[in-house]
């Protein structure tokens, strides 16, 4: 259930059936993860290279879900930088490379940062990335998941259009009327 709900939450954020964040297909990132996890716990949980960078793949994951659910409601140019920087890091052979990536761009994230109280659920959606980054776990990662998946259901993404709108002064009649 996990592996479809992650793959729909990409989807989701994505707007597309194949957003082709993972060449292999997001279901299996997930699937693989599994997999290894498992197979660690049953040999006494001691933890593995292979595990920590799948874990770090999937957590990557769920991060850009994220990261482009908030691109896409908050249209700012500087926050796709961020974006670029976890696709980047997804591309990465091992945990020190990831680690390495991101390091070097770092302050491409302070840009999400910018005029985010404008709008709840781009807020919200920056909460989950932030412990989307903090997640230690399976389980932390699976209920993020979850979350994501319920709040982007809820998002209004035609926002930016109407909010757009609302900025459009009216014209003035007597200037109309003088046409």
């Not at 996890?37 to 593995?48: A, E, I, N, Q, V």
């Not at 670029?84 to 991101?102: F, G, H, P, S």
């Not at 994501?148 to 757009?164: I, K, N, P, R, S």
């Amino acid at each position: 259930m996990s592996a479809k709900s992650f793959e729909i939450l990409l989807e989701t954020a994505f707007d597309t059936e194949n957003p082709g964040v993972f060449e292999e297909g997001t279901a299996k990132v997930y699937e693989q993860f599994e997999k290894i996890y498992r197979d660690t716990h049953l040999k006494g949980g001691k933890l593995t290279e292979e595990l920590s960078f799948r874990f770090e793949r999937l957590r990557l994951g769920v991060a850009i879900a994220f990261v482009k659910a908030f691109t896409r409601l908050a249209n700012n140019e500087k926050s796709k930088e961020a974006l670029d920087t976890l696709q980047e890091a997804i591309k990465a052979k091992n945990t020190r490379e990831i680690d390495k990536i991101v390091q070097k761009k770092i302050a491409t994230f302070d840009h999400l940062y910018h005029e985010i109280f404008v709008n709840e659920q781009r807020e919200h959606i920056l909460e989950l990335f932030e412990r989307t980054l903090d997640a230690a776990t399976k389980e932390e990662l699976d209920e993020l998941i979850f979350e994501g998946l319920d709040l982007l259901q809820e998002v209004d993404w035609d926002a930016a259009t109407h909010e757009d709108d609302d900025d459009i002064e009216p014209l003035d009649e007597d200037f109309l009327k003088n046409i």
